[in-house]
């Protein structure tokens, strides 16, 4: 059972540059989110999803897109990346709505130069 | 707005207790959530409290008073596996689930 994986777990960028950030879950969760985690600030929620073909923002949603075309899928784009943007990023999901444990992908570690 | 304060740190003994605990504000609240997460690792879920009381599983507790926004995570019989840090999360109406900024626990032997 592979749960969230998150690809890729590693990714360098110059200050411009285009990214997609994958994340599929095979658990059949209906609730999917993206965080920003940066030393010292905890978990920052950057969008969410409740099912397939809704989305809604999260604290931080400036410079990043989201879709969910798909129940397993909720990729998150960097349009134009920026150094601000360095972080490590984890994609979570859970069963139906928010109020479920979410399970978490292992993250992807994002540096833009 | 939203917010969670929670300390940055706690220092406790291996076997003993400790309590980490978490003020919210939010609007609208549906239950606070807590999570561990070791270093270069991915937050754990440990525990759910929507209504008041206190939650237990296995050595970890966890409580919540609405009236007072106030929560807290209480481990009990301390191991050195359990130095991490550790998330109070607070779910909302809007279906946000929020996040503050964690405790680092460190666990003196």
């Known amino acids: 059972n592979a749960g969230v994986t998150q690809t890729p777990k590693f990714q360098v960028l110059k200050t411009g540059q285009s990214m997609t950030l994958q994340c599929a879950q095979d658990?059949?969760?209906?609730?999917m989110s993206w965080y920003r985690q940066d030393p010292g600030m905890g978990l920052r929620l950057i969008h969410y999803?409740?099912?397939?073909?809704?989305?809604d923002q999260g604290e931080v949603p400036n410079g990043y897109n989201v879709s969910r075309s798909t129940t397993e899928d909720f990729p998150l784009r960097l349009l134009s990346a920026a150094p601000s943007q360095t972080s490590v990023y984890f994609c979570?999901?859970?069963?139906?709505?928010?109020?479920?444990?979410?399970?978490f992908g292992d993250g992807t570690r994002l540096s833009i130069l | 707005g939203q917010s969670l304060e929670q300390p940055s740190e706690v220092t406790a003994v291996e076997g003993a207790i400790v309590q980490i605990n978490c003020t919210y504000q939010?609007?609208?609240?549906?239950?606070l959530s807590w999570y561990q997460q070791h270093d270069g690792g991915a937050p754990t879920f440990l525990s759910y409290?929507?209504?008041?009381g206190l939650e237990e599983t296995g050595r970890f507790s966890s409580f919540l008073s609405r009236s007072d926004s106030y929560g807290y995570l209480l481990l009990q019989e301390l191991q050195m596996k359990d130095s991490a840090s550790y998330f109070c999360?607070?779910?909302?109406?809007?279906?946000?689930?929020?996040f503050g900024k964690g405790t680092r626990l460190h666990i003196l032997p």
């Open positions: 999803s409740v099912g397939a073909g809704i989305t």
């Open positions: 409290n929507a209504l008041d």
């Open positions: 979570a999901s859970s069963r139906d709505g928010s109020n479920q444990p979410q399970h």
């Open positions: 939010t609007s609208g609240f549906y239950g």
């Open positions: 999360a607070v779910e909302n109406r809007d279906d946000k689930i929020i």
């Open positions: 658990m059949n969760h209906e609730y």
